[in-house]
């Protein structure tokens, strides 16, 4: 754990999040300010900086990563979804604990 970070805490349950779906190694919460009807953020429960940085170190957690957002996706009972990993500031990238969003619940447009 990252003392100074916002996911971290809120994997260690010091931070209130409504969490959505959780694995022995992942946690799924839906995002503060939703950008549709299902915006959920899936984490590792490790502190890893991007997805990148997740993948290298550590792979099966990476992969879980995607296992979780269709197990959200089953449970919103999503019939499409979009996955997002923000990787670096001049992506939109704000905390810098790895994060997977999972976006649906209505018809998304491609370019966004
Ligand atoms: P990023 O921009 O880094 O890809 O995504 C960070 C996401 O975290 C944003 O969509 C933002 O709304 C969400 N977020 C920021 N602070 C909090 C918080 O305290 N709780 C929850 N549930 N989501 C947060
Ligand atoms: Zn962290």
Redesign the pocket.
């Known amino acids: 754990m990252s003392a100074e970070c ?1 996911f971290c805490k ?1 994997v260690a349950g010091q ?1 209130p ?1 409504t969490v959505v779906h959780e694995t022995p190694t992942t946690v799924a ?5 939703p950008v549709a009807p299902t915006h959920v ?1 899936v984490v590792p429960r490790t502190h890893q900086p991007n997805a990148a940085a997740l993948a290298a170190a550590e792979p099966a957690t990476a992969a879980d990563l995607l296992t979780s957002a269709q197990a959200v996706a089953d449970a919103e009972g999503l019939s499409g979804y979009r996955l997002v990993f ?1 990787t670096g500031e001049d992506a ?4 810098f604990h790895a ?1 997977l ?1 999972v976006i649906g619940g209505e018809r998304l447009t491609w370019p966004a």
């Not at 939109?92 to 905390?95: I, Y």
């Open positions: 916002l809120i931070i999040a919460f839906r995002d503060v300010n953020l923000n939109g990238q704000t905390v994060h969003h």
